[in-house]
């Protein structure tokens, strides 16, 4: 067993001790699991899936980081999201509205709106790509 921490600056944590984790870093998926090697890694837009007594949950997470220690894993993501709450209509909606704001900024030259919108449509497709496992 491992403990795992999900851990966001806008939400609850969720803490609990599970069999082992599988997480989407930026080079692709890591099996985390008791006596796993020590790792901290950056984390890209994807699922987390939790293993727990035969049990497996599944949430989106939107970037962010994952450290394991000691059969202590820990991830600091943006948002979590388990993949059950999803509401598809809300996250058709947050796309569409980001695919507008990224058509009306294509000529603007200060770039912090277009990256804000870019984040958006990053997170709507993650929950709509997510939401079909439920």
């Known amino acids: 067993m491992i403990t795992l921490r999900l851990v966001t600056p806008y939400a609850d944590g969720f803490e609990r001790e599970v069999d082992r984790v599988i997480v989407r870093g930026v080079l692709g998926d890591m099996m985390l699991m008791e006596n796993t090697a020590p790792i901290v890694t950056p984390l890209d837009y994807g699922l987390i899936r939790i293993f727990e007594g035969g049990e497996e949950k599944q949430a989106t997470i939107h970037s962010g980081y994952m450290s394991m220690k000691e059969n202590v894993c820990t991830v600091a993501t943006r948002a979590f999201e388990w993949i059950d709450e999803i509401d598809v209509e809300r996250a058709e909606e947050a796309k569409r509205r980001a695919e507008e704001k990224l058509a009306e900024l294509e000529n603007d030259d200060d ?21 079909k496992y439920r």
């Open 111 to 131: 770039g912090h709106e277009e990256i804000e919108a870019q984040l958006s449509l990053l997170r709507a497709l993650n929950r709509l790509r997510h939401a």
